[in-house]
């Protein structure tokens, strides 16, 4: 319980200064919708929602706003005629390349006796935990304000 009792509140710090610091107009939602598409290229709205356990209705709404920023741009699907593929422009590659980059400079200030191995202990941890509750995922649910 003590990891929840910390995740939580860091959770919502990082999440309060991505906001404060937001170039390019990247909100936290817009940013993880780039991140997304970043990491796994081209994917449609119902795909991404599932990857962040967020409602498609959400996703969405980051999409479109994303894509009048003309961050993302939506292309054919070959699989599936009705539901089109998202993707990075190169407007929106640079845009999360440069959030990314402000991000890992913030968190290498964290420094202190912290060691590689540390943290490859706290992301096994947490990922196990995440995948603890992977049958409790709920996409239709919008994320707190």
Known sequence: MEVFALVGPLYRRVQRRIELDATQGVS????????????NGPMTVPQMGRAQSLSRQFVQRMVNDATERML???????AHQRSSLIRLT???HTAITAVTAR???????TGGDLTDTDVTACVRVLSRMLE???????????PPC
């Open 28 to 39: 936290v939602g817009v940013r993880a919708v780039l991140d997304l598409l970043r990491e």
């Open 72 to 78: 993302v741009e939506s292309i054919p699907n070959p």
């Open 90 to 92: 190169d407007d929106g």
């Open 103 to 109: 991000e890992h400079a913030l968190l290498r200030q």
């Open 132 to 142: 603890l509750f992977d049958d409790v995922d709920a996409p239709n649910t919008e």
